[in-house]
């Protein structure tokens, strides 16, 4: 059985990473995948790269790999290879990442692609997977359930209901009911057993594409805070945020870890922004946790999750415009006399169930 899986990460390399588990979890389950990526090129993971898209923090304007702007002859290269990579793979299933309920500046390519798997001749299983809370624009809802009901299956909305249902953030979810699954949240399998890390702040900025205030107001907040004797150990992500300034005394400042899910449930404490993986990564850790969720350009799924998240007392939270050293450091210091957040708190098992269901459906 083979799947092809269409993946545009644009700012950070969350909608990438949570792709890539579930393309093992597929391959798992007796699937040859191919992961097709339209993102910046990310170490460590395996993919189709299609010429790599960026965007600004707005999220209105592509950008090629040099940084200039897309034009109309640049899209149409990138959309044939798309669909010559989809008709030479032939999938028995196809699956697409966030759209029609996200990357509209897409449709370029994504319509082409679906129009072309409902007139193969073997028309492939054709399946949206989507996160657990989506940027709400009521104004675009009818139109994105007609795309929906148009193309697709399934619905596969990776999160779990007792904490964030799908119509809290989809207004128009009654309406996909009968094709929409909750898969519970998708997480890579938990590390193996060792001691890296231990006792110490494990800060972290995701992708680090964005959140250098973040790592600053952490650094700051150190002397501040009761764990000020403890080693605070500050992740700036895998892109090219400036290192320059970030120090301070007893703080290490590194690029990335690939062993930052142990050291994440090793550490007496976890601060970082409130993106999908980090924020189940951490829960899966069991670490206590302060949540700073990334609010530029008018994104709220951060909030939304992070508020959550602190209303079931499974963290503590500094929103954004609120981020100072001693703000942080106030919120630190709840957060490390608090019990660690509870196994089972909430259901981390997507990727396995994601397989599963799509194996079933292709039965």
Not at 75 to 91: G, M, V
Not at 148 to 162: A, I, K, S
Not at 196 to 201: F, I, K, L
Not at 316 to 337: K, M, N
């Amino acid at each position: 059985m083979k799947a092809f899986f269409y993946v545009q990460h644009l700012l950070g390399i969350g909608h990438l990473k949570r792709a890539a588990a579930l393309a093992r979890a597929l391959e798992a389950a007796g699937f040859e995948v191919t992961l097709a990526s339209g993102g910046a090129p990310v170490p460590g993971i395996r993919v189709l790269q299609l010429p790599s898209l960026s965007s600004d923090a707005s999220f209105k304007s592509l950008l090629d790999e040099t940084g200039k702007p897309v034009d109309d002859a640049w899209k149409a290269r990138r959309r044939d290879l798309l669909l010559a990579a989809f008709r030479q793979t032939s999938p028995e299933v196809l699956l697409i990442e966030l759209f029609p309920f996200g990357r509209r500046q897409m449709r370029f390519e994504l319509i082409p692609l679906l129009e072309a798997a409902i007139a193969a001749p073997r028309r492939p299983l054709i399946v949206c997977s989507v996160r657990d809370i989506l940027q709400r624009n009521p104004a675009r809802e009818d139109e994105t359930a007609e795309r929906f009901e148009r193309y697709f299956d399934r619905l596969l909305v990776h999160g779990d209901p007792r904490l964030a249902p799908f119509e809290a953030s989809f207004g128009g979810a009654a309406r996909l009911a009968g094709k929409l699954h909750y898969t519970g949240y998708v997480v890579d399998e938990p590390p193996p057993a060792g001691d890296a890390g231990a006792g110490e702040v494990l800060v972290s900025a995701g992708g680090g594409a964005v959140g250098r205030a973040l790592l600053e107001a952490a650094i700051q907040a150190r002397p501040l805070t009761r764990l000020a004797r403890h080693t605070w150990r500050v992740l700036a992500g895998v892109n090219a945020m400036d290192l320059a300034g970030l120090r301070g005394d007893g703080v290490i400042v590194e690029r990335s870890r690939n062993d930052f899910t142990l050291r994440l449930r090793n550490c007496v404490l976890s601060v970082s922004q409130a993106g999908y993986n980090t924020v189940m990564e951490t829960l899966q850790a069991g670490a206590r946790a302060v949540l700073v969720p990334y609010a530029g350009g008018a994104e709220s799924e951060q909030t939304s999750r992070a508020r959550l998240l602190a209303g079931r007392g499974l963290v503590q939270v500094v929103e954004e415009d609120a981020l100072t050293p001693g703000a942080l450091a106030a919120a630190i210091d709840r957060a490390a006399s608090a019990p660690r957040p509870a196994a089972g708190a909430l259901d981390l098992d997507g990727a396995r169930r994601s397989a599963a269901l799509i194996r079933g459906w292709t039965q």
